[in-house]
C-alpha cells in the first residue's frame, strides 16, 4: 500500500504527517473510503505516539521531582506547615458559587420536542463521526457516553486541535475533563455554558437533554463560524 495511482498519500506518506489539524482537513476533504480509513489509522497512531511522549516526559519529571524534594527536605526539616489556611476560605466560597451555578444549569435543560427525532439521530451520527479517530470515545448515545467528559474533549478538539492536549487527558477525571471542553468551546466557538461540570459528576450519567441541548448549540456556533460545512442545522 505506497504510492496510488489516483495522486492520493499512500500510509507511510501520511504516517509521517505530525500535524493533527492538517490531517482532520484531509479527513473532511476525502471522499473515497480507503482514503479515509488510512486517515482515520494516521490520526489515531498520531494520538497514540503523543500520549506515549507525554508519559515518558511526565515520568522523566516525577522522576526529576523526586531527587529534588529528597534534597531539599535534607536541607530544610521542617519549613512549610501554616500555610495552607488560606486555601479554606477561598474552597468555601467557590462551592457556594458553584452551587448557585448548578441550579441555574439545571434549568437550562428544555424537554425534547416529539418531532425532533430525526434531528436528534442526525446530530449523533455527527457527533460519532467526528470523535471516530479519538481513542477512549464511543457515543452511543446523549447520556452515558458523555460521562467521563472524554467524548466532549474529543469532540472540541477535532475543530480546535492546538486548543489543548488531548492525548494527556485522563476519563478518571471527569470534572477536569468537562471543565476544559466548555471552557474550550466557549472561548474558541463561541459556545455559552449551558452545562456545569460540578453539576454532571453528582449524576450517575448526565441528562440527554442536557447533553443534546450543549452539542446542538455547539454545532450552531461552529456552523455561524463557518467550520462546518452544511446547509443542514441539527
Given at each position: ?105 439545571s434549568q437550562k435543560c428544555p ?33 452515558s457516553s458523555w460521562k467521563d ?86
Amino acid at each position: 500500500m505506497e504510492t496510488k495511482m489516483d495522486g492520493s498519500l499512500s500510509s507511510k506518506e501520511l504516517a509521517s504527517i505530525e500535524d493533527e489539524e492538517e490531517l482532520n482537513k484531509m479527513l473532511d476533504t476525502a471522499t473515497d473510503f480507503e482514503e479515509r480509513r488510512m486517515i482515520r489509522a494516521a490520526l489515531r497512531d498520531l494520538l497514540k505516539k503523543k500520549r506515549e511522549k507525554r508519559e515518558q516526559e511526565r515520568g522523566s519529571r516525577q522522576q526529576d521531582l523526586g531527587k529534588t524534594d529528597q534534597s531539599s527536605m535534607n536541607q530544610q526539616p521542617t519549613t512549610h506547615k501554616s500555610q495552607q489556611s488560606p486555601s479554606s476560605s477561598t474552597s468555601s466560597n467557590t462551592t457556594s458559587g458553584r452551587a448557585s451555578t448548578a441550579v441555574a444549569s439545571s434549568q437550562k435543560c428544555p424537554s425534547a420536542a416529539p418531532n425532533a427525532k430525526n434531528v436528534k439521530q442526525m446530530l449523533l451520527d455527527w457527533c460519532r463521526a467526528k470523535t471516530e479517530p479519538y481513542e477512549g470515545v464511543d457515543i452511543q448515545n446523549f447520556s452515558s457516553s458523555w460521562k467521563d467528559g472524554i467524548a466532549f474533549c474529543a469532540l472540541v478538539h477535532r475543530f480546535f486541535p492546538e486548543a489543548f492536549e488531548y492525548s494527556i487527558l485522563n476519563p478518571n477525571k471527569p470534572r477536569d475533563n468537562f471543565q476544559l471542553a466548555f471552557s474550550t468551546a466557549e472561548k474558541m466557538a463561541g459556545c455559552p455554558p449551558l452545562l456545569d461540570a460540578e453539576d454532571l459528576v453528582r449524576m450517575q450519567e448526565p441528562d440527554w437533554k442536557c447533553v443534546y441541548t450543549y452539542i446542538q448549540e455547539f454545532y450552531r456556533c461552529l456552523v455561524e463560524k463557518g467550520l462546518v460545512k452544511t446547509k443542514k442545522r441539527p
